[in-house]
């Protein structure tokens, strides 16, 4: 399936290097526009803006969890189809659940890699593709 | 400065008489007098502060939080750091071995290009990034670095450790009856939707997944 390599791209990680590693991984994938947002209490005004096509973030950050993120977006009439992927070193079952349940479209535990975030960004525009011819 | 009440001004006057007068025994004898007052003063808040100290950890319940905190929270603390020790040094493995793996590819393209015309254009390039190459590895020096510093912390709290469990089991409590931290399910759930990081210690990797597979079996069921 083809993807469009021109989205935008927002990564949320409180961490510098971490968010370095997402953008580096995702250029090689073939994407070419990200934004960074270092908390989701600083992306969730980006978000709000629908600039938007694809959000990666951390779960743990200092002001606003990336499940709360989530849940922002979700509850948002406009934006909560906005796909979400969570790249988290969070790997409990009851949190995968619950992540799950907010709605998110994919989990990726730390440390991973480049392989599998190919595998589940291919998987989530899939889907979202699917949905969108149904 | 505070002065202690039992040094008599009195007594200070006869030494400087004593010492003007060149009496040397006396002297000494007054000086004695004087510093002796001072040890066993000391001597007595010293052993106030002992009594004190007994008494505050004979008055501890066995679940208090510093005896807790004495019994899981540092190992919990060594735990961890050795957690980043290992983490660490296995990252740093793992550049070096791609950094040397890619030097080896570098030299090879530069063996198959003897000869070419395009040798004097592409060999500096290949210099370059042989030399990016090697800044690369050199960075890794950083484990060295911050791995003497784990190490030496993580000394430090297994002392400390030590020393605490001396200590609670002068005081006539029992180590070994200190319990398990328990935790609500509401502030467990609580701690669970901020995150908890890494699961890197042996208790918190209960009820966690292994592995990418073990998360992906579990949406999967869930139809994500």
């Not at chain 2, 030299?107 to 190459?133: H, N």
Request: glycine content about 4%; proline content about 3%.
């Amino acid at each position: 399936m083809q993807i469009n390599r021109d989205m935008n791209i927002l990564v949320v990680d409180d961490f510098s290097t971490m968010r370095r590693i997402v953008k580096n991984l995702l250029k090689e994938l073939g994407f070419s526009k990200f934004d960074e947002a270092d908390d989701g209490a600083t992306a969730w005004p980006m978000v709000q803006s629908g600039k938007y096509d694809f959000i990666v973030s951390d779960w743990n950050m200092p002001q606003m969890t990336g499940i709360d993120l989530l849940r922002h977006v979700r509850a948002d009439e406009k934006l909560k189809d906005t796909p979400f992927l969570l790249i988290t070193a969070e790997a409990k079952r009851s949190q995968i659940l619950e992540a799950a349940q907010a709605g998110v479209d994919g989990y990726i535990v730390k440390p991973f890699t480049a392989a599998t975030l190919n595998e589940k960004i291919q998987k989530i525009f899939e889907r979202v593709a699917e949905k969108q011819n149904k | 400065m505070t002065f202690s009440t039992d040094i008599h001004v009195d007594k200070v006057r006869a030494l400087l008489q004593a010492m003007e007068a060149g009496d040397e025994r006396c002297t000494v004898e007054i000086l004695d007098d004087i510093t002796q007052i001072r040890k066993s003063e000391l001597h007595q808040q010293l052993s106030e502060l002992t009594k004190n100290l007994h008494q505050t950890l004979d008055d501890l319940d066995v679940d208090t939080p510093v005896l807790l905190h004495a019994k899981h929270d540092l190992p919990d603390i060594t735990e961890r750091l050795q957690y980043v020790l290992n983490e660490t040094q296995k990252a740093s493995d793992k550049t070096l071995g791609s950094s040397e793996n890619t030097l080896g590819l570098l030299e090879e393209v530069g063996t198959m290009l003897e000869g070419s015309d395009e040798v004097s254009k592409i060999q500096p390039l290949l210099d370059q990034a042989s030399q990016e190459l090697t800044n690369i590895m050199l960075a890794q020096s950083f484990q060295d670095l911050t791995g003497q510093v784990l190490n030496r912390v993580i000394l430090i709290v297994t002392e400390l450790e030590e020393s605490l469990k001396a200590l609670i089991e002068r005081s006539r409590h029992d180590y070994d009856a200190i319990p398990q931290k328990t935790q609500s399910e509401a502030e467990q759930s609580a701690e669970h939707e901020k995150g908890v990081g890494p699961n890197v210690t042996a208790k918190s990797k209960l009820d966690a997944v292994e592995s990418q597979a073990d998360v992906d079996d579990l949406l999967s069921d869930l139809g994500i």
